[in-house]
Nanobody, 126 residues
């Protein structure tokens, strides 16, 4: 079972990046996929989550409007399109899989996440 996040890099403030989370070793279209991030010296926080069929998407309140999550089950891949990036978006971004999206207090929560991928670093320069 493997989740591989990719697509990170260095971008200027206001720019865009698209992250990918490729799943292998399990039937990923049975699982919700979520993105989390962890900035240096900060706790991990939820970013977004998409249901197994892609019909439901969730975003942490602070990120609504700039990030868009989508999935292509034929490719076992979930994407996170990030626009209007800010320096405070700098973090290592991780994807994780669970049967459902867990939303707590308006934020994507990591409760019950079964599989985790290694992260991809996003650096936004000012």
């Amino acid at each position: 079972v493997q989740l591989q996040a990719s697509g990170g890099g260095l971008v200027q403030a206001g720019g865009s990046l698209r992250l990918s989370c490729a799943a292998s070793g399990f039937t990923s279209d049975y699982y919700a996929i979520a993105w989390f991030r962890q900035a240096p010296g900060k706790e991990r926080e939820g970013v977004s989550c998409i249901s197994s069929g892609g019909g439901s998407t969730y975003y942490s309140d602070s990120l609504k409007g700039r990030f868009t999550i989508s999935r292509d089950n034929a490719k076992n891949t979930v994407y996170l399109q990030m626009n209007s990036l800010k320096p405070e978006d700098t973090a290592v971004y991780y994807c994780a899989a669970n049967i459902y999206c867990s939303i707590v207090g308006g934020s994507v929560d990591d409760y019950g996440m079964q599989y985790w991928g290694k992260g991809t670093l996003v650096t936004v320069s000012s």
